[in-house]
């Protein structure tokens, strides 16, 4: 019913940049927070940043000062901007998002498909 695509993953060497966008389509009627999250390999599913509906935001410490979520909801977008980029930041990066497909339905979450950041020289 909803379906949320990345893209702008890639590999990048450190100190560079990366612009992650991610756009919703299918039966939506409403969204409310959206994010990016992240997995590198080994380790847990993790909040990047996060944006709500009337655009507080909330970042992950590791990432403040570097890295600027946004959304356009006229587009049903969220982007990531992502500076200074470090190793630690390599994972594979999933836009989510909550949605309502009909009026008096919840919230639910859907998730990208996820894309591939890789920093190194």
């Known amino acids: 019913q909803v379906q949320l695509v990345e893209s702008g993953g890639g590999l990048v060497q450190p100190g560079g940049s990366l612009r992650l966008s991610c756009s919703a389509s299918?039966?939506?009627?409403?969204?409310?927070?959206m994010g990016w999250y992240r997995q590198a390999p080994g380790k847990q599913r993790e909040l990047v940043a996060l944006?709500?509906?009337?655009?507080?935001?909330d970042y992950r410490d590791s990432v403040k000062g570097r890295f600027t979520i946004s959304r356009d909801n006229a587009k049903n977008t969220v982007n990531l901007q992502m500076n200074s980029l470090e190793p630690d930041d390599t994972a594979v990066y999933y836009c989510?998002?909550?949605?309502?497909?009909?009026?008096?339905?919840?919230?639910?979450?859907?998730w990208g498909q996820g894309t591939q950041v890789t920093v190194s020289s």
């Open positions: 989510n998002a909550g949605v309502k497909t009909t009026t008096l339905g919840p919230f639910r979450d859907y």
């Open positions: 299918g039966r939506i009627f409403r969204i409310g927070a």
């Open positions: 944006i709500s509906s009337n655009d507080d935001i």
